[in-house]
Nanobody
Framework: QVHVTESGGGLVQAGGSLRLSCAAS????????AGWYRRAPGKRPELVAS???????DYKDSILGRFTISRDNAKNSVYLQMYNLKPEDTAVYYC?????????????WGQGTQVTVSS
């Protein structure tokens, strides 16, 4: 059974940084696509960053240049480095892995980690 676990969320002031980590088990991680979604209060989840099994990345426009997604296949892990955080980045952040980016919404989701950015 596939398991995904996030860590690294917290409370930070605007302009600060956080690094989210995601560990996967029960799957050949190196063949999986991965992404970070976030769900702000009262809103639907949105994909903010993704990475293919080959390491190709893509980002939502609103976080481009501030967030960096990366992966370490040896550790079955994917990361989201976040810089210059803004109050509008406040959300629960979810790591998702799946066979393909196109169907990542239907992949395996972690439990989420809260990121709160104060102004």
């Amino acid at each position: 059974q596939v398991h995904v676990t996030e860590s690294g969320g917290g409370l930070v002031q605007a302009g600060g940084s956080l690094r989210l980590s995601c560990a996967a088990s029960g799957v050949t991680f190196s063949s999986q696509a991965a992404g970070w979604y976030r769900r702000a209060p009262g809103k639907r989840p949105e994909l903010v960053a993704s990475i293919t099994y080959a390491g190709l990345t893509d980002y939502k426009d609103s976080i481009l240049g501030r967030f960096t997604i990366s992966r370490d296949n040896a550790k079955n892990s994917v990361y989201l480095q976040m810089y210059n955080l803004k109050p509008e980045d406040t959300a629960v952040y979810y790591c998702v892995i799946g066979d393909q980016l196109a169907t990542l919404d239907y992949g395996t989701w972690g439990q989420g980690t809260q990121v709160t950015v104060s102004s």
